[in-house]
């Protein structure tokens, strides 16, 4: 498992998943449902909106990503020696 993502699982509800570490996250409401991978080897974090009826995820811009969420992934990534800066690249 790369170091980064084993590191990243050390923290809150972070888990492996192959080549990337994966979280979900639920905010206020049923439509804030998300999950966010952070792949290793890309160096490259993806938001996906997880819809409340069961319907299959899909990925979304980042920009329609609540600011708290991506505080916190970047702080997660921080803690776990990854540049924050990964957060905002584009795919």
Do not use: C, F, Q
């Amino acid at each position: 498992m790369d170091d980064a993502i084993a590191a990243l699982t050390t923290r809150e509800s972070w888990r492996a998943e192959g080549g990337a570490a994966r979280v979900h996250y639920a905010g206020a409401t049923d439509d804030d449902r998300y999950a966010v991978e952070y792949y290793a080897d890309a160096e490259r974090v993806l938001y996906w909106r997880v819809p409340s009826d069961g319907a299959t995820a899909e990925p979304v811009p980042r920009a329609t990503v609540p600011d708290p969420l991506r505080r916190r992934v970047r702080r997660d990534l921080e803690a776990a020696n990854v540049d924050p800066a990964v957060e905002k690249r584009s795919v």
